[in-house]
């Protein structure tokens, strides 16, 4: 029995080595990208990497509207959230070829375990045996699967349900660009100058079924979405690293679109501006403008690294449509955030953020506006905890809109591992 235990330990101890092409869940994550030719592995036989996510937390939020709906918002007090959990495996299958999979084993949506998507990643195509193919793929990514899209820059920078540890903040964008997709995405990367190319199905899930049509509006076809990037991304010098992208994601149409609606775990603010605290109501603080059939939308990301002080900015503007209307709206959202990391191995921080959103809803200008200033410790690489300090308020919103008037404010405390 003994020698068993002790053959089992070290698989899984051989196994979870040597998986370098896929982002590390740990601190060594932070500030990371595209991924990185220079950070492959030389293959040696099939590899199994077992990772996870957990965040728990501890908010004392208040909030408050000035709405006439029926249903005001819900009363909430000072308490633990439900812990939020994530599994990870990642698979070495050649060389130059990875697999990824990532599971939610629990979140504010679903308290069944359910997977979040997979991709296989070529690095190398040796299965070929093209000497014209593996000069290509010395500076070409191609990731292929159900997965995360990468429009922006901002969705690395995020909490991903039980996956706080890139994040300095609580919370992401009061407009959150985050979904999966079914498709393709090619990566080019060259002395720092980078380009993106992805098409996708346009809808977070498979689907066959057709759409309705609706006069004006949707023309009841799923049309395949586009998504491009183009960057610089350099280390200039020891201290200092620069790197500036734009970024586009544009479709004809969807049967359901969900770019700014694609996180199905939920925000870390529980319970805000919301009038119930059941699983099915999970993005409390942040606003879909509800561009569910056309949409185009660019970003605009930069980053500034300079020793231990860190600038994050996005600026974004969209246009799109929900299926029955007959016109387009637009919604725009600016944010900018300065962290600074001191300490041993910069394991200590201090942050600020301002987040803005306007929009067209319902025929009103609305806006949103989020102050957040955050405080952290890394305790070890894998071990992480923050305070945050937010406000956010609501400005615009009809009477009957639970948002009329609405603003909420207070502390959240998270400790979070990641590996």
């Known amino acids: 029995m003994k020698k068993t235990l002790t053959s089992l330990l070290a698989f899984i101890l051989f196994t979870t080595m040597g998986i370098a092409q896929i982002r590390p869940y740990d601190k060594s994550g932070l500030n990371k990208f595209e991924p990185k030719k220079e950070e492959l592995v030389s293959y040696e036989k099939f590899k199994l990497k077992f990772g996870g996510s957990f ?40 060389d130059g070829v990875t697999l990824n999979m990532t599971l939610y084993l629990s979140s504010r949506h679903h308290n069944e375990t359910w997977v979040k998507g997979g991709y296989l990643q070529f690095d190398k195509i040796p299965f070929l045996n093209s000497g014209l193919i593996d000069k290509i793929m010395e500076f070409t990514t191609i990731k292929v699967g159900h997965m ?28 959150d660009a985050f979904t999966t997709e079914i498709g393709a995405e090619f990566n080019f990367e060259h002395k720092g100058f980078l ?5 996708t199905n346009g809808k977070i899930k498979g689907d066959i079924a057709k759409g309705v ?14 998504i491009g990037k183009i960057g610089f991304d350099k280390q200039i010098n020891e201290k200092v690293r620069l790197r500036v992208t734009g970024s586009g994601y544009y479709t004809a149409g969807s049967i359901s679109n969900t770019l700014y609606g694609g996180d199905r775990a939920g925000s870390h603010y529980f319970g805000v501006m919301d009038n119930s605290l059941a699983t099915t109501v999970f993005t409390s603080g942040r606003f879909n403008p509800g561009f569910t059939d056309k949409i185009g939308s660019v970003m605009g990301n930069a980053f500034l690294k300079v020793g231990g002080f860190e600038w994050f900015t996005t600026l974004e503007g969209a246009k799109g449509r929900s299926k029955t209307e007959t016109i387009e709206r637009k919604a725009n959202q600016f944010a900018t955030d300065i962290v600074y990391r001191f300490g041993k191995s910069e394991n200590f921080w201090l942050g600020g953020r301002y987040n803005s959103v306007s929009s067209v809803l319902s025929g009103n200008d609305v806006d949103i506006n989020r102050v957040a200033v955050s405080g952290g410790w890394f305790l ?40």
């Open 55 to 94: 965040t728990q937390s501890f908010q004392t939020l208040d909030h408050s509207n000035t709405s006439t709906a029926t249903t005001n918002i819900v009363a909430i007090v000072p308490g633990f959230n439900t812990a939020n959990a994530n599994l990870y495996l990642d698979a070495y299958l050649a």
């Open 148 to 175: 995360e899209i990468n429009y922006g820059d901002a969705h690395f920078r995020r909490s991903d349900n039980g996956n706080s540890i890139y994040n300095p903040f609580i919370e992401n964008y009061i407009m």
């Open 195 to 199: 380009a993106v190319v992805g098409v």
């Open 213 to 226: 049509i609706y006069t004006g509006g949707s023309d009841g076809k799923s049309h395949p979405a586009f």
């Open 380 to 419: 070890t690489k894998n071990i992480m905890t923050k305070l945050e300090y937010v406000s956010q308020k609501y400005k615009g919103f009809p009477a009957s809109d639970l948002r009329n008037g609405g603003k909420f404010n207070g502390f959240v405390l998270e400790a979070v591992i990641g590996f």
